[in-house]
């Protein structure tokens, strides 16, 4: 018999890790346990202790942006940001952290100079760029991780 492919997602309101079938992931799958949306096709802003949950679980390359509000670069890249992560629907999460708002988390991925994107895939760290790109770098700099 086929056994059909799971993929695993965090979701970003509850933190509970979910199993969603590989060929639903761009079927809007929602959460289990809150019922939020789990591919959602904008960038979410999430906090240190989600972004470490996501890193350990989510089958899906995750993005993360690390920037500040105070950061010029930062604030051209965000709607650049947001057309990748819609584009990317079902193929990758992109995510935002706000680096002065958790700087712990900053700190512990080695963050030097923003904005700086970070993708992980399989618990690890994939690949990493700094500087302010266009969406479409953004997301080649996904697919490339992935």
């Known amino acids: 018999m086929w056994e059909r492919a799971m993929v695993k997602l965090v979701c970003f309101e ?14 809007g799958p929602k959460c289990g346990t809150c019922g939020a ?3 959602e096709g904008k960038a979410r802003e ?3 202790e989600t972004l470490s949950k996501a890193i350990r679980n989510d089958g899906m390359t995750l993005v993360v942006d690390f920037w500040a509000p105070w950061c010029g670069p930062c604030r051209m890249m965000a709607p650049e940001f947001s057309k990748a992560a819609k584009a990317m ?3 990758a999460r992109l995510v935002k952290v706000n680096t002065e708002a ?3 988390a900053a700190s512990a991925f080695g963050i030097r100079g923003i904005p700086t ?4 895939r399989s618990g690890r760290e994939a690949a ?3 500087g302010a790109l266009p969406a479409a770098q953004i997301e080649a700099f996904a ?3 992935g």
């Open 89 to 91: 629907t079902g193929r």
């Open 37 to 39: 949306a789990l591919v």
């Open 128 to 130: 990493r760029q700094s």
């Open 143 to 145: 697919i490339g991780a």
């Open 46 to 48: 999430i906090d240190a």
């Open 14 to 27: 509850c933190g509970q890790t979910n199993r969603v079938p590989e060929d639903r992931l761009s079927a």
């Open 102 to 104: 958790h700087p712990a």
């Open 117 to 120: 994107l970070i993708a992980f």
